[in-house]
């Protein structure tokens, strides 16, 4: 069984609980919003194989799956022979995963939230199928750092993202990034993933996108 959690609603299947985030977290005491409920698991093999294939994992990389759900993409990472760290919130499918990820001695399964898990000081690369409602948080964390003792110089740490996006924000990424409001990074959407892609199908198609550091600008 394969599933990612994604799409518009990545909530929890019951009320005033997120999919990715308790009923309040903090993150510098400022009270993050629950998700809206609904998930979405990514379960098309040709995207998952497109995905693992243009991240360029390696064997000994160290790669953070945000979201990982019932590990649609962790497994396949996992056997590219690379360190992977699955994060997920909801603890029934942490434990599954857990269990599914026996196997793998190198895959460390975080029972935690993915808007205030600290990120690695050493490079890593991420491979995720986040929430649509936490896009623009998690992009702020990867891209620009945050107040979480995550300084800008610690998201330079980043090697590569490959993300599924909401369409829209996939566009609206690129965009801000060929206009320079990310200059320390390229940003390439490369496909879109039909909401088909998907089960049950989000009510809108998202994207491919990649991401790494970019050549200095002078």
Do not use: W
């Amino acid at each position: 069984m394969s599933g990612q959690r994604r799409g518009p609603s990545h909530g929890s299947r019951g009320r005033g609980r997120s999919r990715n985030g308790s009923r309040a977290g903090t993150r510098s005491g400022t009270p993050l919003a629950p998700n809206p409920p609904g998930a979405h698991f990514l379960t098309d093999q040709r995207i998952i194989a497109q995905l693992i294939a243009a991240s360029g994992v390696c064997p000994g990389d160290l790669v953070l799956d945000l979201g990982a759900g019932y590990g649609a993409l962790t497994l396949p990472l996992a056997r590219t022979g690379a360190r992977v760290i699955a994060v997920e919130l909801d603890p029934g499918l942490a434990r599954t995963l857990t269990r599914r990820c026996q196997p793998y001695p190198q895959v460390t399964v975080v029972t935690a939230d993915l808007r205030t898990i600290p990120l690695p000081r050493r490079p890593f690369r991420v491979v995720a199928s986040p929430p649509f409602s936490l896009t623009a948080l998690l992009l702020r964390r990867l891209l620009d750092g945050d107040a979480q003792a995550q300084a800008p110089a610690q998201a330079a740490s980043l090697l590569s993202a490959d993300l599924i996006l909401e369409l829209g924000a996939a566009r609206g990424l690129a965009d801000a990034a060929a206009a320079g409001r990310h200059a320390r990074y390229d940003v390439q959407l490369l496909r879109p993933v039909r909401a088909a892609s998907f089960s049950p199908p989000p009510a809108r198609d998202a994207a491919h996108v990649h991401i790494r550091p970019g050549r200095k600008r002078r």
